[in-house]
């Protein structure tokens, strides 16, 4: 029993130290710079389950001390799902509005945990007048790494079998595949690959806007044949860098009543958690 009024270590953490997530409004107010903008995307903001791995990334940020911003209220969808289901249209008004509010604000870097909002930034933004660096968070947290910035130790996930999904946005679109797994090799777990995997991967099921409607009829939903996919090779947590693809599989373990023994997580959640952030 703890003694009335003290708290565990985790919640002293959390109490003590809020997270910091300035906007780029008070930015701009104080004449600053960020050295990099948090693109937190739809998901990230409104998805229950994918603003877990938002505050697990800004978490991660602030004990980096990195000095970020985010756009809050001016940030609005990039038009991906707009571009994929086919309204071209409806995408570039979306996406000229935030290159309006970025270019306003001269961002130069941006950072996102999701593999759609940087496949979209990246690559279709630069025709409509849009140039900025853009990184997934894990190649951005391999880099904080890499600079000596924030230290990963194994922690709880040491010696766990895990299985590393690639998202299409981000390995087979954008050939980034070895920076989620150098992270996941820092928590010093057994990394065991997919029969389907990097260059040769399989879609979680929810692209091409797919992930806001039912699937068109077929023998069997993509997210259960990924799902099954995982399975064999036996994993204690599949590891996502995308929330669609952590919702897909999520719903794929749950079909196979698997949520018990297997976790479905974001890497920048695993290395949050492995850090007791």
């Keep these: 029993m703890l003694p009335a009024g003290s708290k565990t270590k985790a919640e002293t953490h959390t109490m003590s130290e809020p997270l910091r997530v300035p906007t780029m409004a008070q930015y701009m107010a104080q004449g600053k710079q960020p050295e990099v903008l948090f693109w937190v995307g739809c998901a990230g903001s409104f998805d229950d389950r994918a603003k877990k791995i938002t505050k697990a990334f800004a978490?991660?940020?602030n004990k980096a001390n990195v000095d970020f911003a985010v756009l809050g209220a001016e940030e609005s969808c990039t038009g991906d799902p707009a571009k994929r289901a086919g309204n071209e249209f409806?995408?570039?008004m979306q996406a000229v509005t935030n290159i309006e509010v970025l270019n306003g604000y001269e961002i130069k870097k941006i950072v996102t945990a999701c593999p759609h909002c940087f496949?979209?930034?990246k690559n279709e933004y630069p025709s409509l007048g849009g140039?900025?660096?853009v990184v997934h968070h894990t190649q951005f947290l391999k880099s904080l790494l890499d600079d000596g910035r924030l230290t990963v130790e194994g922690g709880k996930f040491k010696g766990k079998r895990i299985t590393f999904h690639d998202p299409c946005y981000l390995g087979r679109a954008n050939n980034v595949y070895e920076a989620p797994r150098d992270l996941l090799r820092k928590l010093e777990v057994e990394l065991v690959e997919m029969r389907k995997c990097?260059?040769?991967?399989?879609c979680c099921g929810a692209g091409g806007a797919q992930m806001f409607k039912e699937p068109e009829p077929g023998n069997k939903d993509v997210n259960i044949e990924r799902t099954e996919q995982a399975l064999e090779v036996q994993p204690?947590?599949?590891a996502a860098g995308c929330p669609f693809c952590n919702t897909m599989m999520t719903d794929g373990?749950?079909?196979?009543e698997k949520e018990d023994s297997i976790e479905v997580m974001d890497v920048a959640e695993m290395i949050a958690a492995a850090e007791d952030l």
């Design 59 to 61: 978490r991660i940020l």
């Design 236 to 238: 204690d947590i599949i």
């Design 198 to 202: 990097k260059t040769n991967g399989l």
């Design 90 to 92: 409806l995408f570039q």
């Design 253 to 256: 373990i749950k079909n196979k």
């Design 119 to 121: 496949n979209t930034i």
């Design 131 to 133: 140039n900025y660096e």
